[in-house]
């Protein structure tokens, strides 16, 4: 008898769902398809990956305004932050992180200007992540 382990909907992209799950004896689904990158479009919204797979934020950055985009310390148990590195011809700042382990975790953005402190942050940029084995 097949025991399902993990069902879940995930938002593909605005107002598109699909089921990823596994089954007790170990098969697994495809997962689904995943844009190539996730940028502000994506804000609030819940998305599932798979575990070993690379997730990229692109997130747009104005350097001459002093502002750029760092990762509000993200959960080090499911996520490792691979690269952070502004692309200039882009005007994007991209974010690259690995997936680890099976999970649920927000990863939250600040815009903000590194040399002022006690200052809230002009802009902000949150999504949900559940890692899971497809």
Not at 55 to 70: D, Q, V
Not at 117 to 131: C, L, S, Y
Request: aromatic share 12%.
């Amino acid at each position: 008898m097949k025991k399902l382990i993990a069902a879940m909907f995930i938002a593909i992209s605005a107002g598109t769902f699909a089921l990823a799950q596994e089954t007790g004896n170990g098969a697994k689904i495809a997962a689904p398809n995943l844009p190539a990158y996730f940028d502000e479009s994506a804000a609030g919204k819940v998305f599932a990956v798979p575990v070993d797979g690379t997730i990229e934020i692109r997130l747009a950055e104005n350097p001459a305004t002093g502002y750029m985009w760092s990762a509000d310390k993200p959960d080090t148990r499911i996520f490792q932050i691979v690269s952070d590195e502004f692309v200039a011809a882009k005007g994007v700042r991209v974010f690259k992180l690995k997936c680890l382990r099976m999970g649920s975790a927000v990863l939250k953005f600040a815009y903000t200007r590194p040399w002022e402190e006690n200052v809230n942050p002009a802009k902000t940029f949150h999504m949900k992540f559940e890692v899971v084995q497809f």
